[in-house]
């Protein structure tokens, strides 16, 4: 089957599906390029069946992404900030084993519960800057009214 795949030009081997509507979300478009980066290593970490256990801590994901602990800890707040992660299980220094945080993916479902989908709840603040450009109507300036007498 990889020697039919490989003659017709197609790729083979596993594969992560990020769906439109992430991508086009408001959640998706506040995301700084680090956040977005460690939100592809969790979801390349997925493999299909363990959503909800996903182990990925701040020193792994600084390393795998070429960054500082403060800059991988600050795309994981950020990333769950918008709600396209949260945390199952907190990461632990007390017992004998150093235990990572385990993640979900929100808009993957958790075994037999369904999506949480918190990303969808996200709204970008709206601008709140004038509008400068274009022809301003509602001035005096404009209105013939004033200046013509019938």
């Known amino acids: 089957m990889e020697k039919y795949l490989k003659q017709k030009g197609r790729a083979s081997g596993r594969f992560a599906m990020l769906p439109f509507a992430i991508l086009d979300s408001d959640a998706f478009r506040s995301l700084s390029a680090d956040a977005v980066y460690v939100y592809i290593r969790i979801l390349r970490r997925h493999n299909g069946s363990n959503n909800g256990h996903i182990p990925f801590g701040c020193r792994e994901a600084a390393i795998e992404c070429n960054m500082s602990k403060m800059t991988a800890q600050r795309a994981f707040k950020q990333l769950e900030d918008v709600g396209l992660i949260e945390c199952i299980v907190p990461s632990s220094f007390n017992c004998r084993k150093k235990l990572a945080r385990e993640w979900a993916l929100t808009h993957l479902p958790i075994g037999k519960h369904v999506a949480s989908g918190k990303w969808k709840n996200f709204k970008l603040n709206p601008s709140t800057k004038l509008k400068t450009y ?15 007498s019938c």
């Open 134 to 148: 274009g022809t301003n109507t509602d001035t005096h300036v404009l209105n013939l009214d004033n200046y013509i």
